[in-house]
C-alpha cells in the first residue's frame, strides 16, 4: 500500500527557510517521478516541484524558482522540498505526490506558514 507523509511545516517569518520531507513507503521509490504541490486558502491546488526517478532532472513552477529546490534520496525513499526566502504568498498546505500508472497519491499535507 503505497504511503507518503509529509514533515517539517511550520511558522517562518519572511526570508527564512524550511525544508519539508516527504517520507514514502509501498512502491519502488527510485523507478518513479514525485511531485510536490501546495493548495493556499480560497485556492486551486498547484505544482510547485517535480524531479525524475533517478534525480537528474527537476522542474519548478515560474513563482518558487531560484528559491526554492526538490532533491531525493532514494535509498531513505525520501524526497524533500527546500524553501529559502520564504514569502508570505508561500503561505499553504504542501502535499506530496506520486502519480503510479492510473492511479494518483497524496499524502496528508503539511501547514507552511510565512508571517511576521
Known amino acids: 500500500q503505497v504511503q507518503l507523509v509529509e514533515s517539517g511545516g511550520g511558522l517562518v517569518q519572511p526570508g527564512g527557510s524550511l525544508r519539508l520531507s516527504c517520507a514514502t513507503s509501498?512502491?519502488?521509490?527510485?523507478?518513479?517521478?514525485m511531485t510536490w504541490y501546495r493548495q493556499a486558502p480560497g485556492k486551486e491546488r498547484e505544482l510547485v516541484a517535480a524531479i525524475t526517478g533517478a534525480g537528474v532532472i527537476s522542474n519548478y513552477a515560474d513563482s518558487v524558482k531560484g528559491r526554492f529546490t526538490i532533491s531525493r534520496d532514494n535509498a531513505q525513499k525520501t524526497v524533500y522540498l527546500k524553501m529559502n526566502s520564504l514569502k508570505p504568498e508561500d503561505t499553504a498546505v504542501y502535499y506530496c505526490?506520486?502519480?503510479?500508472?492510473?492511479?494518483?497519491?497524496w499524502g496528508p499535507g503539511t501547514q507552511v506558514t510565512v508571517s511576521s
Open positions: 505526490h506520486l502519480t503510479r500508472g492510473n492511479n494518483r497519491y
Open positions: 509501498g512502491f519502488i521509490f527510485s523507478s518513479y517521478g
